[in-house]
């Protein structure tokens, strides 16, 4: 019921014929083989890299976030002694007139103080947001300059 596949002294049979394969396709997926592990080896560097920048990015973000709490922790503490200041002086007045003028002067005084915070604050910020963005411009600069860099 079953046929053999060999015939007499080691002639082949049409059944092992068709399993060789032959050399042109084996060239083929040796090459589509080897493309595939060029561009695995690519996509894994450019892996390695965007995860870099990421945690550089992320690093200096966090060192800027903490920079600006202490910044803001600095800023309530000078408002708050102020304030005080200005309570026990506000206290000591003896009269409306006096009362008015105190109050007016620790007005102008917390103005330029605020103002001068808001300025500080704002250039703070600024160097956060350039030194985080630093890290993501090298690499797009390093992605865009291709293999030659």
């Known amino acids: 019921m079953t046929e053999a596949h060999t015939t007499g002294a080691g002639t082949k049979s049409a059944g092992a014929a068709k ?4 050399q042109a396709i084996r060239e083929m997926a040796e090459k589509g083989t080897a493309q595939a ?3 695995y080896a690519k996509m894994s560097a450019a892996t390695a890299e ?8 992320g690093a200096t973000a966090a060192q800027g976030l903490k920079d600006s709490n202490a910044k803001v922790i600095e800023f309530a503490r000078t408002n708050s002694n102020t304030a005080f ?19 007016a002067e620790q007005a102008r005084k917390q103005f330029e103080v605020l103002s001068e915070q808001t300025k500080e604050f704002t250039a ?18 390093k992605a865009f300059a291709g293999p030659h860099s």
């Open 50 to 57: 965007a995860s870099s920048v990421i945690q550089n990015a």
């Open 85 to 103: 200041d200005n309570a026990n002086e506000l206290l000591a007045v003896k009269s409306p007139t006096e009362f008015f003028k105190v109050s």
């Open 124 to 141: 703070l910020s600024q160097k956060v947001m350039l030194e985080t963005a630093e890290p993501f411009k090298a690499g797009a600069a």
């Open 37 to 39: 592990k060029q561009a």
């Open 19 to 22: 399993m060789e394969t032959p």
